[in-house]
């Protein structure tokens, strides 16, 4: 398991900052361990500290009429979430559940603002802001310039590699948030393709013709 450290040094906000600073910030925070289902923070509730996920998988999401849930993204290791209450608002404006068993890092809002005077830590902090900006922006384009079996296999080339046989450590409702879809569309892609051979998706393991993903992602490079 990475260490709290390791997690605020390798994360998009506070990645680059000084290994002193890195140190106060870790000094500054506890760690905390969640059960599978266990809520972390509930939409209304006083926001007094942000988190990042050092380790397990963390769902984020509003309540919606008839006691369903609407998932607005799930929270992979090394991110940060509930950083809305630093600057923007005083309440948690969603819920957060442990989806796995996880372990979490929290920070006090008010030792994050006493950091936020150092003049180095403000610089590297409002540095990184503007990074994350900029891989949503990349996040939208990626959304709105290829279709969701497109997005489908370049996922699974940047993060298991095209194999015959892969070990998906996901759900088909966590990957669908990944790439920015639903389970339903998921599914029903996985069957289309499963009846021309292309895939075949059973618990954890995806089976793929590589060729045809190479196929697929190869049209999508600029010529």
């Known amino acids: 398991m990475n260490s709290s450290g390791e997690t605020l040094s390798r994360s998009i906000i506070f990645g680059g900052l000084p290994a002193e600073l890195i140190q106060r910030l870790e000094k500054s925070g506890r760690t905390e361990n969640f059960g599978k289902d266990e809520l972390i923070f509930l939409e209304g509730d006083k926001g007094d500290r942000f988190f990042f996920l050092i380790e397990g998988l963390v769902r984020v999401y509003k ?24 600057f923007d608002s005083e309440v948690y404006p969603v819920n957060a559940v442990a989806q796995r068993e996880s372990v979490v890092f929290t920070i006090k809002r008010s030792v994050f603002l006493d950091l936020f005077r ?99 992602i190869e049209k999508l490079k600029p010529e």
């Open 63 to 86: 309540a919606a009429d008839n006691d369903r849930e609407v998932v607005l993204r799930h929270i992979r290791p090394g991110e940060m979430f509930g950083e809305v209450i630093l």
């Open 118 to 216: 150092d003049e180095t830590f403000m610089r590297f902090f409002v540095g990184n802001l503007f990074k994350k900006l900029r891989n949503l922006t990349d996040r939208v384009a990626f959304l709105n310039a290829y279709d969701v079996e497109e997005r489908f296999f370049l996922f699974i080339e940047e993060h298991y590699g095209l194999k015959p046989e892969v070990q998906v450590d996901l759900s088909k409702a966590e990957l669908a948030e990944a790439i920015g879809t639903i389970p339903e569309t998921i599914s029903r892609m996985i069957a289309r393709l499963k009846t021309r051979g292309v895939v075949n998706w059973e618990r954890n393991e995806l089976k793929i013709n590589v060729e045809y993903a190479k196929s697929v």
